[in-house]
């Protein structure tokens, strides 16, 4: 089983941005497809993005695509996932989640979560 502990998340203005790490701690790290989810006060929580073992494959919410970008460093055991152009409606706690293949992960059928980080855009 993997470990994952978020950090990054904070408060920034509309247009800004945020970088978010989520470290991994135990057996193959790097075997697993890591993605983000978030959750927003009185809503379901959604997938974000998610990357492929080897970083080859990513996949992100339409709402998302073009402003976010997720990557990994397999050597660190860390999946990024860097935020530009926030928007209010991005609010919300960020968690990292570790899944076996890439239509698990998309289907919220996850290994391991994370904690979760609290990323805040105000405008």
């Known amino acids: 089983q993997v470990q994952l502990v978020e950090s990054g998340g904070g408060l920034v203005q509309a247009g800004g941005s945020l970088r978010l790490s989520c470290a991994g701690s135990?057996?193959?790290?790097?075997?697993?497809?890591v993605g983000w989810f978030r959750q927003a006060p009185g809503k379901e929580r959604e997938f974000v993005s998610a990357?492929?073992?080897?970083?080859?494959?990513?996949d992100y919410q339409d709402s998302v695509k073009g402003r976010f970008t997720i990557s990994r460093d397999n050597d660190k055991n860390t999946v990024y996932l860097q935020m530009n152009s926030l928007k209010p409606e991005d609010t919300a706690v960020y968690l990292c989640?570790?899944?076996?293949?890439?239509?698990?992960?998309?289907?919220?059928?996850?290994?391991?979560w994370g904690q979760g980080t609290q990323v805040t855009v105000y405008s």
């Open positions: 135990g057996r193959s790290f790097s075997a697993y497809v």
């Open positions: 989640a570790a899944a076996l293949n890439r239509d698990a992960m998309i289907q919220g059928r996850v290994r391991s």
């Open positions: 990357i492929s073992w080897r970083g080859t494959v990513t």
